[in-house]
Protein backbone atom coordinates (compact mmCIF):
# COMPACT_ATOMS: atom_id res chain seq x y z
CA UNK A 1 0.00 0.00 0.00
CA UNK A 2 2.80 2.62 1.01
CA UNK A 3 4.62 1.50 -2.41
CA UNK A 4 1.34 2.34 -4.20
CA UNK A 5 1.15 5.88 -2.28
CA UNK A 6 4.74 6.26 -2.95
CA UNK A 7 4.49 5.96 -6.98
CA UNK A 8 1.11 8.33 -7.00
CA UNK A 9 3.27 10.69 -5.42
CA UNK A 10 5.60 10.57 -7.47
CA UNK A 11 2.96 10.58 -10.74
CA UNK A 12 1.58 13.66 -9.34
CA UNK A 13 5.04 15.45 -8.40
CA UNK A 14 6.78 14.33 -11.88
CA UNK A 15 3.53 16.75 -13.85
CA UNK A 16 5.04 20.13 -11.61
CA UNK A 17 7.86 21.88 -13.12
CA UNK A 18 11.13 21.85 -11.32
CA UNK A 19 10.19 19.15 -8.52
CA UNK A 20 12.45 16.65 -9.57
CA UNK A 21 15.16 18.54 -10.61
CA UNK A 22 15.20 19.91 -7.41
CA UNK A 23 15.18 16.85 -5.62
CA UNK A 24 18.23 15.61 -7.19
CA UNK A 25 20.17 18.21 -6.21
CA UNK A 26 19.38 18.18 -2.92
CA UNK A 27 19.05 14.92 -1.82
CA UNK A 28 21.05 12.75 -4.69
CA UNK A 29 23.47 15.21 -4.89
CA UNK A 30 24.70 13.69 -8.65
CA UNK A 31 25.29 10.39 -7.79
CA UNK A 32 22.90 8.20 -9.95
CA UNK A 33 20.29 5.77 -9.03
CA UNK A 34 18.89 2.73 -9.74
CA UNK A 35 20.02 0.95 -13.10
CA UNK A 36 20.29 3.98 -14.90
CA UNK A 37 24.44 4.80 -14.16
CA UNK A 38 26.50 7.21 -16.09
CA UNK A 39 29.36 5.86 -13.89
CA UNK A 40 32.12 5.20 -16.50
CA UNK A 41 31.62 8.71 -18.57
CA UNK A 42 31.86 9.97 -15.27
CA UNK A 43 34.89 8.54 -14.22
CA UNK A 44 37.40 9.20 -17.49
CA UNK A 45 35.01 11.88 -19.06
CA UNK A 46 36.80 14.90 -17.65
CA UNK A 47 40.47 13.54 -19.15
CA UNK A 48 38.61 12.47 -22.06
CA UNK A 49 37.52 15.23 -23.05
CA UNK A 50 40.58 16.98 -21.97
CA UNK A 51 43.24 15.09 -24.42
CA UNK A 52 40.53 15.68 -27.10
CA UNK A 53 40.68 19.06 -27.20
CA UNK A 54 44.79 18.80 -27.02
CA UNK A 55 43.97 16.62 -30.43
CA UNK A 56 41.40 18.14 -32.13
CA UNK A 57 42.22 20.17 -35.71
CA UNK A 58 39.87 22.65 -37.72
CA UNK A 59 38.66 20.31 -40.69
CA UNK A 60 37.21 22.76 -43.33
CA UNK A 61 35.69 20.10 -44.54
CA UNK A 62 34.22 18.18 -41.04
CA UNK A 63 30.35 17.47 -41.32
CA UNK A 64 27.63 18.69 -39.09
CA UNK A 65 26.82 14.72 -37.16
CA UNK A 66 23.72 14.13 -35.08
CA UNK A 67 24.30 11.10 -33.11
CA UNK A 68 21.73 9.60 -31.07
CA UNK A 69 21.50 6.96 -28.35
CA UNK A 70 18.94 5.52 -25.30
CA UNK A 71 19.51 3.76 -22.25
CA UNK A 72 22.27 3.83 -20.39
CA UNK A 73 25.38 1.85 -21.76
CA UNK A 74 24.47 3.40 -25.32
CA UNK A 75 24.55 6.78 -24.04
CA UNK A 76 28.41 6.29 -22.26
CA UNK A 77 29.26 4.63 -26.05
CA UNK A 78 27.82 7.18 -28.37
CA UNK A 79 29.48 9.94 -25.92
CA UNK A 80 32.77 8.80 -26.17
CA UNK A 81 32.25 7.95 -30.10
CA UNK A 82 31.02 11.75 -30.56
CA UNK A 83 34.05 13.12 -28.77
CA UNK A 84 36.34 10.95 -31.38
CA UNK A 85 34.34 12.17 -34.07
CA UNK A 86 34.60 15.65 -32.96
CA UNK A 87 38.61 15.71 -32.47
CA UNK A 88 38.08 15.18 -36.50
CA UNK A 89 36.86 18.54 -36.71
CA UNK A 90 33.14 17.30 -37.42
CA UNK A 91 30.59 19.08 -35.44
CA UNK A 92 28.11 16.43 -33.30
CA UNK A 93 25.34 16.87 -31.66
CA UNK A 94 24.44 13.94 -29.17
CA UNK A 95 20.81 13.91 -28.39
CA UNK A 96 19.52 11.14 -25.79
CA UNK A 97 16.23 9.71 -24.48
CA UNK A 98 17.46 9.18 -20.75
CA UNK A 99 15.87 5.63 -20.21
CA UNK A 100 16.94 2.73 -17.56
CA UNK A 101 15.43 0.35 -20.28
CA UNK A 102 12.89 -0.28 -22.47
CA UNK A 103 10.73 -2.52 -21.24
CA UNK A 104 9.29 -1.42 -17.62
CA UNK A 105 7.23 1.73 -17.09
CA UNK A 106 8.92 4.77 -15.24
CA UNK A 107 7.32 7.74 -13.96
CA UNK A 108 8.04 11.08 -15.22
CA UNK A 109 9.33 12.27 -11.67
CA UNK A 110 12.36 9.40 -11.70
CA UNK A 111 12.35 9.95 -15.65
CA UNK A 112 13.13 13.73 -15.01
CA UNK A 113 15.66 12.80 -12.21
CA UNK A 114 17.68 10.74 -14.57
CA UNK A 115 17.13 13.26 -17.20
CA UNK A 116 19.16 15.98 -14.92
CA UNK A 117 21.42 13.51 -13.82
CA UNK A 118 22.31 12.53 -17.75
CA UNK A 119 22.89 16.49 -18.47
CA UNK A 120 25.15 16.59 -15.20
CA UNK A 121 27.46 13.75 -16.88
CA UNK A 122 27.36 14.55 -20.03
CA UNK A 123 27.70 18.56 -19.83
CA UNK A 124 31.75 17.26 -19.55
CA UNK A 125 31.77 16.83 -23.02
CA UNK A 126 31.13 20.38 -24.08
CA UNK A 127 32.62 22.56 -26.03
CA UNK A 128 33.98 19.71 -27.97
CA UNK A 129 29.64 17.86 -28.55
CA UNK A 130 26.85 19.73 -28.17
CA UNK A 131 24.34 17.60 -26.02
CA UNK A 132 20.51 17.72 -26.33
CA UNK A 133 18.05 15.70 -24.60
CA UNK A 134 14.76 14.89 -25.96
CA UNK A 135 13.15 14.58 -22.76
CA UNK A 136 13.56 18.43 -23.00
CA UNK A 137 12.01 18.91 -26.57
CA UNK A 138 8.89 21.40 -26.35
CA UNK A 139 6.29 18.89 -27.54
CA UNK A 140 4.96 19.83 -31.30
CA UNK A 141 0.89 18.62 -30.89
CA UNK A 142 0.89 18.85 -34.94
CA UNK A 143 -0.01 15.25 -36.52
CA UNK A 144 2.66 12.78 -37.53
CA UNK A 145 2.45 11.98 -40.97
CA UNK A 146 1.22 8.87 -41.46
CA UNK A 147 4.58 7.21 -42.99
CA UNK A 148 6.22 8.62 -39.69
CA UNK A 149 3.17 6.62 -37.53
CA UNK A 150 3.85 3.42 -39.58
CA UNK A 151 7.09 3.75 -38.67
CA UNK A 152 6.01 3.91 -35.00
CA UNK A 153 3.95 0.86 -35.55
CA UNK A 154 6.66 -1.25 -37.02
CA UNK A 155 9.38 -0.49 -34.68
CA UNK A 156 6.77 -0.96 -31.87
CA UNK A 157 6.06 -4.45 -33.60
CA UNK A 158 9.61 -5.61 -33.89
CA UNK A 159 9.93 -4.31 -29.99
CA UNK A 160 7.79 -6.48 -29.07
CA UNK A 161 8.54 -9.43 -30.80
CA UNK A 162 12.42 -8.77 -29.79
CA UNK A 163 11.01 -8.26 -25.77
CA UNK A 164 8.65 -11.39 -25.98
CA UNK A 165 10.37 -13.54 -28.35
CA UNK A 166 7.56 -14.26 -30.37
CA UNK A 167 6.61 -13.50 -33.53
CA UNK A 168 3.06 -13.07 -33.39
CA UNK A 169 2.07 -9.69 -31.34
CA UNK A 170 -0.92 -8.86 -29.52
CA UNK A 171 -1.60 -5.00 -29.92
CA UNK A 172 -3.11 -4.96 -26.61
CA UNK A 173 -0.55 -6.41 -24.47
CA UNK A 174 1.30 -3.99 -22.06
CA UNK A 175 4.53 -4.45 -23.60
CA UNK A 176 3.44 -3.51 -27.20
CA UNK A 177 1.49 0.06 -25.60
CA UNK A 178 4.77 1.07 -23.89
CA UNK A 179 6.89 0.22 -26.76
CA UNK A 180 4.27 2.33 -28.99
CA UNK A 181 3.86 5.21 -26.41
CA UNK A 182 7.27 5.71 -26.12
CA UNK A 183 8.34 5.05 -29.95
CA UNK A 184 5.49 7.65 -30.68
CA UNK A 185 6.92 10.25 -28.65
CA UNK A 186 10.49 9.87 -29.73
CA UNK A 187 9.21 10.17 -33.56
CA UNK A 188 7.41 13.31 -32.64
CA UNK A 189 10.45 15.10 -31.12
CA UNK A 190 13.35 13.93 -33.56
CA UNK A 191 10.95 13.95 -36.75
CA UNK A 192 10.39 18.23 -36.08
CA UNK A 193 13.81 18.30 -34.63
CA UNK A 194 15.51 16.74 -37.90
CA UNK A 195 13.59 18.72 -39.98
CA UNK A 196 14.15 22.12 -38.37
CA UNK A 197 17.94 21.07 -38.03
CA UNK A 198 19.10 18.92 -40.94
CA UNK A 199 22.25 17.40 -40.37
CA UNK A 200 25.06 16.04 -43.01
CA UNK A 201 24.72 12.52 -41.35
CA UNK A 202 22.84 10.92 -38.65
CA UNK A 203 24.58 8.49 -36.63
CA UNK A 204 22.76 5.86 -34.65
CA UNK A 205 23.10 2.30 -32.98
CA UNK A 206 21.83 -0.62 -33.97
CA UNK A 207 18.84 0.72 -36.21
CA UNK A 208 16.52 -2.46 -35.81
CA UNK A 209 14.37 -1.77 -32.48
CA UNK A 210 13.37 0.79 -30.05
CA UNK A 211 14.23 4.47 -29.77
CA UNK A 212 17.21 3.62 -32.10
CA UNK A 213 15.20 1.90 -34.98
CA UNK A 214 12.68 5.09 -34.88
CA UNK A 215 15.42 7.80 -35.32
CA UNK A 216 17.31 6.04 -38.20
CA UNK A 217 13.91 5.44 -39.97
CA UNK A 218 12.95 8.96 -39.71
CA UNK A 219 16.60 9.87 -40.92
CA UNK A 220 15.82 7.47 -44.14
CA UNK A 221 12.55 9.34 -44.51
CA UNK A 222 14.16 12.62 -44.82
CA UNK A 223 16.69 11.70 -46.66
CA UNK A 224 19.44 12.18 -44.50
CA UNK A 225 22.36 9.84 -44.61
CA UNK A 226 22.47 7.58 -41.61
CA UNK A 227 24.93 5.06 -39.98
CA UNK A 228 24.38 1.98 -38.01
CA UNK A 229 26.78 0.48 -35.86
CA UNK A 230 26.24 -2.54 -33.80
CA UNK A 231 29.20 -5.23 -31.98
CA UNK A 232 29.10 -8.81 -32.35
CA UNK A 233 31.13 -11.01 -30.41
CA UNK A 234 34.61 -10.14 -31.44
CA UNK A 235 36.40 -7.74 -28.98
CA UNK A 236 38.56 -4.70 -30.90
CA UNK A 237 35.46 -5.19 -33.92
CA UNK A 238 32.56 -2.94 -34.95
CA UNK A 239 29.91 -3.56 -37.71
CA UNK A 240 28.94 -0.68 -39.81
CA UNK A 241 26.54 -0.20 -42.23
CA UNK A 242 25.53 3.01 -44.48
CA UNK A 243 21.77 3.68 -44.96
CA UNK A 244 20.99 0.48 -43.94
CA UNK A 245 20.08 -1.27 -40.41
CA UNK A 246 23.14 -2.71 -39.21
CA UNK A 247 21.42 -5.85 -38.13
CA UNK A 248 20.69 -7.05 -41.58
CA UNK A 249 24.28 -7.68 -42.26
CA UNK A 250 24.01 -6.96 -46.16
CA UNK A 251 27.39 -7.60 -47.53
CA UNK A 252 26.63 -7.07 -50.97
CA UNK A 253 29.30 -4.80 -51.89
CA UNK A 254 31.99 -6.35 -49.58
CA UNK A 255 31.32 -10.27 -51.59
CA UNK A 256 31.14 -8.39 -54.86
CA UNK A 257 34.50 -6.58 -53.93
CA UNK A 258 36.19 -10.07 -52.73
CA UNK A 259 34.71 -12.97 -54.08
CA UNK A 260 36.65 -13.49 -57.29
CA UNK A 261 40.19 -12.72 -54.88
CA UNK A 262 41.12 -16.84 -53.84
CA UNK A 263 41.97 -17.38 -49.77
CA UNK A 264 45.57 -17.22 -49.00
CA UNK A 265 47.33 -20.21 -47.24
CA UNK A 266 47.42 -17.99 -44.45
CA UNK A 267 43.67 -16.81 -44.47
CA UNK A 268 42.47 -20.29 -45.03
CA UNK A 269 44.39 -21.81 -41.97
CA UNK A 270 42.68 -18.75 -40.01
CA UNK A 271 39.78 -19.37 -41.07
CA UNK A 272 39.93 -23.32 -40.35
CA UNK A 273 41.00 -23.18 -36.63
CA UNK A 274 38.24 -20.68 -36.11
CA UNK A 275 35.93 -23.59 -37.80
CA UNK A 276 37.82 -26.17 -35.58
CA UNK A 277 37.16 -23.90 -32.54
CA UNK A 278 33.41 -23.48 -32.84
CA UNK A 279 33.55 -27.18 -33.26
CA UNK A 280 34.94 -27.55 -29.95
CA UNK A 281 33.29 -24.97 -27.93
CA UNK A 282 36.59 -23.04 -26.92
CA UNK A 283 37.06 -19.73 -27.18
CA UNK A 284 39.42 -18.70 -30.07
CA UNK A 285 41.25 -15.32 -30.66
CA UNK A 286 39.56 -11.93 -29.77
CA UNK A 287 36.13 -14.03 -29.67
CA UNK A 288 34.33 -13.33 -26.95
CA UNK A 289 31.36 -16.26 -27.36
CA UNK A 290 31.79 -20.30 -27.34
CA UNK A 291 29.58 -21.59 -30.02
CA UNK A 292 28.38 -25.07 -28.43
CA UNK A 293 28.00 -25.74 -24.76
CA UNK A 294 29.11 -29.67 -25.47
CA UNK A 295 32.66 -30.42 -27.21
CA UNK A 296 32.46 -32.49 -30.00
CA UNK A 297 32.48 -36.23 -29.93
CA UNK A 298 32.24 -37.23 -33.42
CA UNK A 299 28.96 -38.11 -36.01
CA UNK A 300 29.65 -42.22 -35.75
CA UNK A 301 29.09 -41.14 -31.74
CA UNK A 302 25.82 -39.23 -32.48
CA UNK A 303 24.62 -41.36 -34.97
CA UNK A 304 24.63 -44.07 -32.71
CA UNK A 305 23.35 -41.87 -29.82
CA UNK A 306 20.34 -40.79 -31.93
CA UNK A 307 20.17 -43.95 -33.25
CA UNK A 308 19.90 -42.69 -36.86
CA UNK A 309 20.78 -45.97 -39.25
CA UNK A 310 22.02 -45.25 -43.02
CA UNK A 311 19.24 -43.54 -44.68
CA UNK A 312 19.85 -39.58 -45.53
CA UNK A 313 19.97 -37.25 -42.56
CA UNK A 314 18.28 -33.76 -43.52
CA UNK A 315 19.33 -31.31 -40.77
CA UNK A 316 16.92 -28.35 -39.93
CA UNK A 317 18.67 -26.15 -37.51
CA UNK A 318 16.86 -23.19 -35.95
CA UNK A 319 16.92 -19.86 -34.82
CA UNK A 320 16.44 -18.17 -31.21
CA UNK A 321 13.11 -16.78 -31.53
CA UNK A 322 13.10 -12.90 -31.29
CA UNK A 323 16.73 -12.15 -31.84
CA UNK A 324 17.29 -9.06 -33.82
CA UNK A 325 19.07 -10.96 -36.33
CA UNK A 326 15.74 -12.56 -37.03
CA UNK A 327 13.08 -9.45 -36.93
CA UNK A 328 11.44 -9.31 -40.11
CA UNK A 329 13.52 -11.56 -42.22
CA UNK A 330 10.57 -13.21 -44.15
CA UNK A 331 10.97 -14.46 -47.92
CA UNK A 332 7.96 -16.20 -48.76
CA UNK A 333 6.68 -17.44 -45.12
CA UNK A 334 4.88 -15.46 -42.68
CA UNK A 335 7.34 -16.29 -39.90
CA UNK A 336 10.18 -18.87 -38.68
CA UNK A 337 7.37 -21.11 -36.49
CA UNK A 338 5.53 -21.04 -40.10
CA UNK A 339 8.47 -22.53 -41.62
CA UNK A 340 9.59 -25.01 -39.21
CA UNK A 341 5.96 -26.15 -39.00
CA UNK A 342 5.35 -26.23 -42.48
CA UNK A 343 8.20 -28.03 -42.84
CA UNK A 344 8.06 -30.90 -40.36
CA UNK A 345 3.83 -31.67 -42.02
CA UNK A 346 6.12 -32.02 -45.23
CA UNK A 347 8.57 -34.42 -43.46
CA UNK A 348 5.98 -36.95 -41.55
CA UNK A 349 5.30 -39.13 -44.85
CA UNK A 350 9.25 -39.14 -46.12
CA UNK A 351 10.00 -42.51 -44.38
CA UNK A 352 12.78 -42.48 -46.63
CA UNK A 353 14.69 -39.86 -44.85
CA UNK A 354 15.58 -39.11 -41.28
CA UNK A 355 14.68 -35.32 -39.78
CA UNK A 356 17.05 -34.15 -37.31
CA UNK A 357 15.81 -30.57 -35.88
CA UNK A 358 18.39 -29.34 -33.72
CA UNK A 359 17.03 -26.06 -31.88
CA UNK A 360 19.42 -23.76 -30.90
CA UNK A 361 21.09 -24.27 -28.03
CA UNK A 362 21.26 -20.20 -27.08
CA UNK A 363 17.61 -20.44 -26.12
CA UNK A 364 18.39 -21.86 -22.73
CA UNK A 365 19.18 -17.91 -21.95
CA UNK A 366 15.69 -16.92 -23.79
CA UNK A 367 12.63 -17.04 -21.78
CA UNK A 368 9.97 -16.84 -24.67
CA UNK A 369 8.31 -19.79 -27.09
CA UNK A 370 10.67 -23.08 -27.66
CA UNK A 371 10.81 -24.27 -31.38
CA UNK A 372 10.61 -27.25 -29.58
CA UNK A 373 7.38 -26.20 -28.50
CA UNK A 374 6.32 -25.30 -32.13
CA UNK A 375 7.37 -28.70 -33.45
CA UNK A 376 5.46 -30.46 -30.60
CA UNK A 377 2.26 -28.21 -31.29
CA UNK A 378 2.38 -30.34 -34.75
CA UNK A 379 3.58 -33.72 -33.55
CA UNK A 380 3.11 -34.45 -30.16
CA UNK A 381 4.40 -37.74 -30.37
CA UNK A 382 7.44 -38.03 -32.74
CA UNK A 383 7.67 -40.33 -35.32
CA UNK A 384 10.52 -42.97 -35.62
CA UNK A 385 12.47 -41.06 -38.43
CA UNK A 386 11.99 -37.62 -36.82
CA UNK A 387 14.31 -36.55 -34.16
CA UNK A 388 13.99 -33.43 -31.92
CA UNK A 389 17.22 -32.04 -29.97
CA UNK A 390 16.22 -29.22 -27.46
CA UNK A 391 18.45 -26.25 -26.58
CA UNK A 392 19.59 -28.17 -23.47
CA UNK A 393 20.47 -31.31 -24.51
CA UNK A 394 24.16 -32.22 -24.52
CA UNK A 395 24.50 -32.58 -28.25
CA UNK A 396 27.19 -30.35 -30.60
CA UNK A 397 25.33 -29.29 -33.36
CA UNK A 398 28.38 -29.91 -35.55
CA UNK A 399 28.47 -33.74 -35.05
CA UNK A 400 24.99 -33.91 -36.45
CA UNK A 401 26.51 -31.53 -39.35
CA UNK A 402 29.03 -34.69 -39.85
CA UNK A 403 26.45 -36.83 -40.40
CA UNK A 404 23.87 -34.83 -42.81
CA UNK A 405 22.98 -34.83 -45.93
CA UNK A 406 21.25 -32.08 -46.16
CA UNK A 407 20.70 -28.48 -44.27
CA UNK A 408 17.70 -26.59 -43.49
CA UNK A 409 18.01 -23.26 -41.77
CA UNK A 410 15.96 -19.79 -41.60
CA UNK A 411 19.20 -17.23 -41.04
CA UNK A 412 21.44 -19.13 -38.48
CA UNK A 413 25.16 -18.78 -39.41
CA UNK A 414 24.91 -22.99 -39.66
CA UNK A 415 23.83 -22.96 -43.03
CA UNK A 416 26.78 -21.38 -43.81
CA UNK A 417 28.63 -23.67 -41.76
CA UNK A 418 26.87 -27.18 -43.71
CA UNK A 419 28.01 -25.63 -46.85
CA UNK A 420 31.52 -25.41 -46.09
CA UNK A 421 31.23 -28.97 -45.34
CA UNK A 422 29.94 -29.67 -48.79
CA UNK A 423 26.52 -30.03 -47.65
CA UNK A 424 23.74 -28.28 -50.14
CA UNK A 425 21.70 -26.20 -47.93
CA UNK A 426 18.22 -24.42 -48.53
CA UNK A 427 17.77 -21.32 -47.14
CA UNK A 428 13.98 -19.94 -46.01
CA UNK A 429 14.99 -16.59 -44.57
CA UNK A 430 16.79 -13.35 -45.76
CA UNK A 431 20.15 -14.05 -44.45
CA UNK A 432 23.27 -12.52 -45.36
CA UNK A 433 24.80 -15.06 -46.89
CA UNK A 434 21.86 -16.04 -49.30
CA UNK A 435 22.55 -15.58 -52.68
CA UNK A 436 26.40 -16.10 -52.52
CA UNK A 437 26.41 -18.99 -54.72
CA UNK A 438 26.59 -21.74 -52.82
CA UNK A 439 23.09 -22.07 -50.99
CA UNK A 440 19.78 -23.21 -52.40
CA UNK A 441 17.18 -20.22 -51.75
CA UNK A 442 13.89 -20.40 -53.03
CA UNK A 443 11.20 -17.52 -53.00
CA UNK A 444 8.13 -19.16 -52.47
CA UNK A 445 6.88 -21.83 -50.76
CA UNK A 446 6.06 -23.60 -54.12
CA UNK A 447 10.03 -23.62 -54.96
CA UNK A 448 10.53 -24.49 -51.97
CA UNK A 449 8.94 -27.80 -51.67
CA UNK A 450 10.20 -27.88 -55.13
CA UNK A 451 13.37 -27.96 -54.64
CA UNK A 452 13.02 -30.25 -51.58
CA UNK A 453 11.58 -33.14 -53.62
CA UNK A 454 14.52 -32.70 -56.46
CA UNK A 455 17.04 -32.91 -53.63
CA UNK A 456 15.40 -35.37 -51.98
CA UNK A 457 15.02 -37.96 -55.19
CA UNK A 458 19.14 -38.29 -54.67
CA UNK A 459 20.71 -36.15 -51.63
CA UNK A 460 24.31 -37.51 -52.53
CA UNK A 461 24.32 -35.95 -55.94
CA UNK A 462 23.27 -33.00 -54.79
CA UNK A 463 26.84 -32.55 -52.87
CA UNK A 464 28.32 -29.49 -53.38
CA UNK A 465 30.89 -28.56 -56.34
CA UNK A 466 34.32 -28.22 -55.30
CA UNK A 467 33.94 -24.34 -56.42
CA UNK A 468 31.08 -24.18 -54.07
CA UNK A 469 32.76 -26.09 -50.95
CA UNK A 470 35.47 -22.73 -51.86
CA UNK A 471 32.85 -19.39 -51.90
CA UNK A 472 31.56 -20.99 -48.99
CA UNK A 473 35.51 -20.78 -47.33
CA UNK A 474 35.62 -17.38 -48.97
CA UNK A 475 32.43 -15.63 -48.04
CA UNK A 476 32.85 -16.99 -44.41
CA UNK A 477 36.44 -15.13 -44.37
CA UNK A 478 35.27 -12.18 -45.48
CA UNK A 479 32.23 -12.45 -43.23
CA UNK A 480 34.21 -12.68 -39.89
CA UNK A 481 37.67 -11.32 -40.84
CA UNK A 482 36.83 -8.53 -42.84
CA UNK A 483 33.01 -7.54 -42.23
CA UNK A 484 33.44 -6.69 -38.94
CA UNK A 485 35.97 -3.42 -38.54
CA UNK A 486 39.02 -2.82 -36.27
CA UNK A 487 37.68 -0.33 -33.57
CA UNK A 488 38.73 0.80 -29.90
CA UNK A 489 36.24 0.44 -27.73
CA UNK A 490 33.35 -2.19 -27.50
CA UNK A 491 30.41 -1.70 -25.85
CA UNK A 492 30.85 -4.35 -23.46
CA UNK A 493 33.70 -3.62 -21.13
CA UNK A 494 33.82 0.06 -22.24
CA UNK A 495 35.66 1.35 -19.73
CA UNK A 496 38.29 -0.99 -19.88
CA UNK A 497 38.64 -0.73 -23.40
CA UNK A 498 39.00 3.10 -23.35
CA UNK A 499 41.38 2.54 -20.38
CA UNK A 500 43.69 0.29 -22.49
CA UNK A 501 43.12 2.55 -25.53
CA UNK A 502 42.69 6.51 -24.49
CA UNK A 503 41.92 8.91 -26.94
CA UNK A 504 45.42 9.99 -27.25
CA UNK A 505 46.67 6.51 -28.31
CA UNK A 506 43.54 6.28 -30.73
CA UNK A 507 44.82 9.49 -32.09
CA UNK A 508 48.63 8.68 -32.25
CA UNK A 509 50.26 7.67 -35.57
CA UNK A 510 49.73 4.10 -34.92
CA UNK A 511 46.29 4.03 -33.42
CA UNK A 512 44.94 5.70 -36.47
CA UNK A 513 46.86 3.13 -39.06
CA UNK A 514 45.11 0.87 -37.10
CA UNK A 515 41.41 2.46 -36.82
CA UNK A 516 41.65 5.79 -38.61
CA UNK A 517 39.79 4.46 -41.65
CA UNK A 518 36.95 2.70 -39.60
CA UNK A 519 36.50 6.56 -37.84
CA UNK A 520 36.06 7.42 -41.07
CA UNK A 521 33.64 5.23 -42.65
CA UNK A 522 31.57 5.82 -39.04
CA UNK A 523 31.27 9.77 -40.04
CA UNK A 524 29.62 8.44 -43.37
CA UNK A 525 33.10 8.37 -46.07
CA UNK A 526 32.30 5.15 -48.29
CA UNK A 527 33.68 2.17 -47.26
CA UNK A 528 36.21 0.51 -49.47
CA UNK A 529 35.49 -3.33 -49.47
CA UNK A 530 38.16 -3.40 -52.32
CA UNK A 531 41.30 -2.19 -50.31
CA UNK A 532 40.45 -3.25 -46.56
CA UNK A 533 43.01 -5.90 -45.03
Known amino acids: MAAVAKEALKKFLGEIPFTAELYYLVRQGGKPFSRFSLRHLQSFGPEMVAQAAALHKPNPQGKKIFFFATLHYWIEHAAVLSTALAVQGHSVTLGYLPYGDWINPINRFDLRRQNVYSRKILSVLSPLVETVSFLNQRPNFRPLPEAVEEIVRQVSNYDTQYTQQVEEVDPESAIYQLRLERNRAAAAAVYHYLRSNPPDLVIVPNGTIQELAVVYRIARLLKIPAVTYEFGDQRQRIWLAHNREVMRQETDELWQARKDLPLTDEQLERMKSLFMARQR ?137 MAMSGIPVVVSGQTHYRGRGFTIDPDSYVNYFKSLGQLLENIKAHRLSRRQVELAWSYAYRFFFEYPRPFPWHLVRLAEDYKARPMQAVFSEEGLQQYGQTLAYLAGEPIDWEHVE
Open 281 to 417: ATLWENFARQWQGTPAQGGEKIRAELKLDQRPVVLLATNVLGDSLTLGRQVFSRSMAEWITRTVQYFIERTDVQLVIRVHPGEVLTHGQSMADVVRQVLPKLPAHIRLIGPKEKVNTYDIIEVADLGLVYTTTVGME
